[in-house]
């Protein structure tokens, strides 16, 4: 696993434990050279995105139990694939951030100034 840093170079910070994301599946939007995804980005759905993503093949709204999964719904947090959300920003359909919990892996698919311009927790 790569080291446990956020987009500012601090701890990263949890994501969401219910429902329970990331890649390990620890809660967190931590990384490693198997997630080839790049799980990095702590993104809060919306309808907008969910229908987005379902509409170039990523249905995430869905369960699939047999998975484990039982689909996401608006207002819940996830660690979402970097190249993903960056697809949804040019796409004009971004959902918004929680830079305290987006891995610092996630600048190498995203802008900085553009996750900020979607960050909930920004003074």
Request: with cysteine; proline share 6%.
């Amino acid at each position: 696993m790569d080291e446990s840093i956020n987009v500012f170079g601090e701890p990263l910070g949890d994501c969401s434990l219910d429902p329970v994301t990331g890649f390990f599946r620890n809660g967190c939007c931590d990384t490693s050279d198997q997630d080839v995804g790049s799980h990095t980005v702590c993104s809060i759905m919306t309808e907008e995105f969910l229908a987005y993503s379902a509409s170039v093949g990523n249905d995430l709204s869905t369960p699939m139990p047999e998975a484990g999964f039982s689909g996401l719904n608006p207002g819940d947090q996830w660690c979402l694939c970097a190249p993903r959300w960056q697809q949804a920003f040019e796409a004009n359909a971004a959902p918004k951030v929680l830079l305290s919990s987006t891995h610092m892996g996630a600048l190498e698919y995203c802008q900085l100034d553009d996750l900020k311009k979607f960050a909930v927790d920004l003074n």
